[in-house]
């Protein structure tokens, strides 16, 4: 059984279904709920005056209009940007959303994975991390966040960083806490035992029977990204994962479609 209670994998739009809407905004959310998405992955960053806002890259160079490091800007720079139109002209004007508004649009629809980013947010941070990407800071900020929203849906926080987690497991106890990852799963079973995982979120290159199992040993759920290939979606269903992260949450669709076309007609008795 899946964390969510269901039979099969949880269905999550990675990056909020970066692929079919700018990645981490408002209308990729709404993108992906019409889309049949049961659970919204997004990327958190705190904004420096302790706002945390949905944006996967460490700069705002790529996703929106404006430049610097989002640690660096404040909210009210940040919404004075266009976060849309770098994906296509129809979504020129749409602003950088805030956790909060995710969470509002999610709330009584669907599940929501927060992925806490700090620095590059592709692994660890250096020992010890620089002043200006304090841990704790992002911690604090996402756990009053998602309080003062009281969101009941399925509530996932993850993060590369295993300092997060730590902070994350003090600051709000009983939450459902994910390791993401990218390259080696080498340091899961210590963080488990210290921390208290409840999912380990591996990239797709690592999923594989091996890994599924030495996760189940421990307890964990397996939640898997980025899956953009049907074959790669039917691999993970076979495997038996608990959560699918797809840019474009259409495929699960597309998958079912093309499997009910291939079984053909079903055949009634007179």
């Known amino acids: 059984m899946t964390p969510s ?130 841990p704790g800071a992002l911690v604090r900020c996402v756990v009053e966040a998602t309080a003062r929203t009281d969101f009941a849906e399925p509530l996932y926080l993850s993060s590369f960083e295993p300092r997060i987690l730590d902070r994350l497991r003090s600051a709000r106890p009983g939450a459902h806490l994910g390791l993401i990852c990218k390259w080696t799963t080498r340091g899961l079973t210590a963080l488990h035992r210290r921390t208290g995982l409840q999912s380990v979120h591996i990239h797709s290159r690592l999923a594989g029977r091996r890994r599924l199992r030495a996760s189940r040993l421990l307890g964990l759920a397996v939640f898997v990204w980025p899956v953009r290939e049907i074959e790669m979606l039917r691999r993970l269903l076979a495997l038996g994962v608990d959560g699918i992260m797809c840019p474009d949450p259409a495929l699960f669709g597309r998958a079912e479609a093309t499997d009910a076309e291939a079984a053909g007609p079903v055949l009634r008795r007179s």
């Open 5 to 134: 209670g269901q039979s099969r994998p949880v269905r999550f739009a990675h990056r909020a279904g970066g692929d079919r809407a700018p990645e981490n905004t408002l209308i990729a959310c709404e993108e992906a709920l019409r889309h049949g998405a049961e659970a919204l992955e997004i990327d958190v960053r705190a904004t420096a005056d302790g706002v945390p806002v949905l944006m996967h890259d460490e700069t705002v160079d790529r996703t929106t209009d404006g430049h610097g490091a989002v640690a660096d800007l404040t909210l009210a720079r940040l919404k004075s940007l266009d976060a849309g139109s770098w994906f296509a002209p129809r979504y020129r004007g749409e602003p950088v959303a805030t956790l909060e508004e995710v969470l509002d649009l999610a709330r009584g629809r669907c599940g929501v994975n927060v992925e806490l980013k700090i620095g590059e947010g592709r692994g660890p941070l250096p020992s010890p991390p620089p002043p200006r990407l304090d």
